[in-house]
């Protein structure tokens, strides 16, 4: 795990994204739990479109977008791989209001899941967080991972057996232009609510080219 407090330092890319109304949803809308089902802000007739996008990554196409620019200044000096292996990037943001959280999970091939009930994780993810809030509550980072191809690895059952008690857990709190690097794809983990004041959020995972996540196929993912 990789944790970087004032990550951005380009003044002006932050500026961007500050004046940027539309980098992050206005509301999640009302739900204390935040993402109670699967791609449930996917879709445009959601009743918050805040969809999963994908980008093949700025080694074969140029970051056009502020979103884009930004997932390149998180990874382009913080992949393990080699970027021919790198099959490309998920990305998406979120806004939390006071008293909403994530419950436990991994960031999974939603749609593999969705579709199979079988288990499949990007190779390493990142959170970015974006705004002050001193009370804008923890992420969460349990001590268990899951294993690629598992059944239902993911029903209420089965996922209790990867969640640890409080004290074992790595707890890192919000902060503003704080970058947080790790395995998101396979360690449980999970927000706690913010105590007051909102909680803005870009989520990435990197996908290796011997596992394409299944919204590839299906056409599934959103592209700016």
Not at 32 to 42: C, F, G, K, V
Not at 108 to 132: H, N, Q
Request: glycine residues 6%; proline residues 3%.
């Amino acid at each position: 795990m990789l944790v970087i407090d004032n990550y951005i330092k380009d003044k002006d890319l932050l500026g961007q994204i500050r004046a940027d109304k539309t980098f992050f949803p206005e509301s999640m809308g009302s739900d204390e739990r935040i993402a109670d089902q699967l791609n449930s802000y996917h879709y445009e007739k959601s009743s918050c479109y805040a969809p999963y996008m994908f980008w093949d990554g700025w080694w074969r196409s140029e970051a056009d977008t502020l979103k884009k620019k930004v997932v390149q200044k998180i990874w382009e000096n913080n992949l393990d791989y080699p970027v021919e292996d790198i099959l490309g990037i998920e990305y998406w943001t979120r806004t939390f209001e006071p008293g909403q959280y994530l419950d436990h999970h991994v960031d999974e091939d939603t749609f593999l899941y969705e579709k199979e009930k079988v288990f499949t994780g990007p190779i390493c993810g990142s959170v970015y967080y974006f705004g002050d809030n001193l009370e804008g509550g923890f992420l969460e980072i349990h001590n268990k991972s899951i294993k690629e191809k598992t059944q239902n690895a993911l029903e209420r059952d089965n996922i209790e057996q990867y969640i640890v008690n409080i004290e074992e857990r790595e707890r890192i709190a919000y902060k503003d232009n704080r970058l947080i690097i790790f395995d998101s794809g396979h360690i449980i983990h999970n927000a706690t609510a913010a105590k007051s004041g909102v909680r803005q959020v870009m989520v990435t995972n990197v996908w290796h080219k011997d596992n394409p996540p299944l919204a590839l196929e299906l056409g599934t993912f959103y592209y700016e």
